[in-house]
């Protein structure tokens, strides 16, 4: 079974409720009709239903939510006016938030437990869909740094776990420094744990290969792989290698002969 099989499986077993509030793209809702099928998770749907094109798709199992009509909205709005008062947030801002922006709305539903997740990003950026999150939903406990991640699958791949990778951070942190470099490799591997459910086998990723370049943006690798086998002395962590040594089993025997990560590795940092 391969991860992707092996995950929906997993969501068969520990069924959740999941927010989609990008109704507005078709792509949400064909989502939407294969994950009922397949009863992967239950779905909430945020949006008007008059705006939605329904038609294609089957939706029956779904809920769907309107802000504008909902019973909830003025218990949203509520809530989110106490959350955000000491930033300057009026109640009109925050109903105004809630019925014209459906992140807010989905993230509100996280937030009161009425939800278990939200799916965004299909036509919001990334800022648009992490701002609510942040501001709702909050990061988790003893969190230093909000970090993303790509979950790479390979088909027919021997590398890393068996063609599955996470990249990070790919996607949010433009030029990390030492200490965010060693937050993020923390963070990824605790994901790799989590959704594959395999070791993690963290490589902090440059473009030498213990030593053999010279350069600042090096040295800031070299000195965030300390302070992540530091940090994190129960994960296995080693760097700085080129993409090469990290995860090819030959070329790490004659460019990093004495790393345990080289040439295995599945979170590349």
Known sequence: ????????????????????????????????????????????????????????YDLAEATIIDPRTSMLTEEFTNTLYELRKE??????????????????????????????????GA????????????QIIKTAP????????????????????????????SGLEQNPDSEKLAAIAGS?????QLLVGKEPIV????????GSAKHADVDKVVEATRIAK??????????EFQLDAAIVPEVAKSKAPNSNVAGHANVLI
């Open 203 to 210: 490589a902090m990723l440059s473009h030498s290969t213990v």
């Open 123 to 134: 036509c919001h950026s990334t800022s648009n869909t992490l701002r609510p999150a942040l």
């Open 87 to 120: 930033k300057g947030m009026t109640k009109e801002e925050a109903h105004d938030l809630l019925v014209n922006d459906y992140m807010y709305f989905a993230c509100m539903l996280v937030k009161t437990n009425r939800a278990d997740g939200v799916v965004s």
């Open 1 to 56: 079974m391969n991860f992707i099989e092996s995950i929906k499986e997993r969501a068969k077993k520990d069924l959740k409720t999941i927010v989609l509030p990008e109704t507005m793209d078709e792509r949400v809702l064909t989502a939407a009709h294969v994950v009922l099928k397949e009863k992967i998770a239950n779905i909430i749907l945020i949006g008007n239903k008059e705006e939605m094109d329904l038609a294609k």
């Open 188 to 192: 990824s591997a605790k994901s790799f």
């Open 142 to 169: 003893n969190v230093a740094l909000v970090s993303a991640f790509f979950l790479m699958v390979v088909p027919e791949c021997e590398y890393g776990e068996h063609g599955t990778f996470i990249f990070a951070d």
């Open 230 to 239: 530091e940090q994190y002395p129960d994960i296995q962590i080693d760097g």
